[in-house]
């Protein structure tokens, strides 16, 4: 009896880290692959509604923003409260915000809906608090692998839910779409529960805790590999800002297939699962930054190519399969050489800090689109700069120092 026991102790912690990495992906599921279809309402709500393509591409880069600028203080609250009731909170705002947008009667309901709402409640249900609690969870030798099955996982969402919303779209309309894309974000609202069930499980905690937050943020802007990874995490949003949301309409004027955009975008969350599982492979056997290098320099080649080269249906699926394996595998690289660095303690706050600059480039990317559009009738330009940023992404990557900081503790509290 006693050896039974033991073995169910030995075996508890395994089975409550696989529930935390579960719970974790059916969360971002929900809200990235709702995130994934805004491209395709684009048309829908420029020829149906008599919406700019200018003003919906502003409201889809604005939630990136507000996402961007949101994050540090929703990974601050999950650092403090935990996950459950930030998780809560934000698939509320997210299903609100997708709800005002299918009632939408003029740009500014639009705005408030797919800008503000979706933005505030991204912010809650993603990588900044999903990915910090896995953080916490795992020990440093598993923690890029479990960051990486979580988003290998969550882009499930986007495997499913984008033809899900195009075949709504096409049989009841957008607003329909929405609709059903706000019940999904409402049925996974309990699972943020799951995500505190799990203690600590990284590095040694009492030095992290001699820190404040103050003097931790303080540290990591002090920190020269800090600042390069995030100047480098602002190509990663702007390249996949401007991927996801204008490839479906890139693609028509290419004369490409109608479906051929949701197509796309499907098979990009498909491949993402195997790339971010991958990458979090590869990041707990490589320095986590040559790896995040290497990614950028294929992301960059890979669009210069597409963009020059021939344009096929043969060619968007390959395109769409590198760029998937290379989509979001960037996110438990980062998270996990932030953990590296500076601990957990503040992981949810110093990930965020980073991650507004990722939205920056995630509103510049989406808004520039429709803006370059509708100034000149191409997205020449933008392609341009895509794939240039991924060459200067690199070149920020390689020498960062991903040496552990020394915590000093206070004399009054070493006593």
């Not at 507000?66 to 203080?73: D, E, I, K, R, S």
């Not at 409402?186 to 003097?215: F, S």
């Not at 492979?281 to 080269?309: C, D, E, M, P, S």
């Not at 200067?392 to 960062?400: G, K, S, T």
């Amino acid at each position: 009896m006693m050896a039974v026991t033991d073995g169910r102790r030995l075996a508890s912690p395994g089975i409550q880290a696989g529930l935390v990495i579960l719970a974790g992906a059916l969360i971002m599921s929900a809200a990235m692959g709702s995130r994934q279809t805004f491209g395709l309402f684009i048309g829908p709500f420029s020829f149906d509604r008599g919406v700019p393509v200018t003003l919906t591409a502003f409201a889809i880069a604005l939630h990136n923003l507000v996402w961007g600028f949101a994050q540090p203080f929703a990974g601050a609250a999950a650092d403090r409260w935990g996950s459950a009731p930030v998780v809560a909170f934000g698939a509320v705002a997210f299903a609100a915000g997708l709800v005002l947008t299918a009632l939408a009667s003029s740009g500014v309901m639009l705005v408030l809906g797919l800008g503000l709402l979706v933005g505030i409640g991204i912010s809650c249900t993603t990588f900044g608090v999903v990915l910090t609690a896995l953080g916490r969870a795992a020990p440093p030798e598993k923690r890029s692998m479990a960051m990486g099955l979580a988003s290998a996982g969550g882009s499930l969402g986007q495997v499913l839910l984008v033809p899900l919303a195009q075949w709504v779209t096409d049989l009841s309309g957008t607003a329909a779409s929405l609709l059903v894309l706000a019940g999904c974000l409402v049925a996974v609202a309990p699972l943020g529960l799951a995500l505190d069930r799990q203690g600590r499980g990284g590095a040694p905690v009492q030095a992290e805790l001699a820190m404040p937050l103050r003097a931790a943020v303080a540290q990591a802007l002090g920190h020269r590999g800090y600042r390069l990874l995030t100047l480098g995490f602002f190509t990663c949003g702007f390249q996949l800002a401007f991927i996801g949301t204008h490839l479906p309409n890139y693609l028509l004027l290419c004369h490409m297939p109608a479906g051929l955009g949701a197509t796309a975008l499907a098979l990009v969350g498909l491949f993402n699962m195997i790339g971010s599982w991958g990458c979090g492979w590869l990041g707990g056997r490589f320095r986590q930054q040559q790896v995040l290098g290497w990614l950028y320099l294929i992301r960059g080649a890979a669009i210069a190519v597409f963009y020059l080269a021939p344009k096929s249906e043969a060619s968007v699926v390959v395109f769409a399969a590198v760029m998937g394996l290379t989509w979001l595998g960037t996110v438990p690289l980062t998270s996990g050489l932030v953990a590296k660095v500076f601990g957990t303690r503040h992981l949810g706050t110093l990930f965020g800090v980073c991650f507004l600059s990722h939205q920056i480039g995630s509103f510049l990317g989406a808004w520039a689109g429709g803006f370059v559009f509708d100034v000149t009738g191409s997205y020449a330009l933008v392609w341009i700069a895509t794939a240039v940023a991924g060459l200067v992404a690199a070149l920020l990557h390689f020498p960062i120092d991903d040496r552990p900081v020394v915590v000093a503790v206070p004399a009054r509290q070493a006593a």
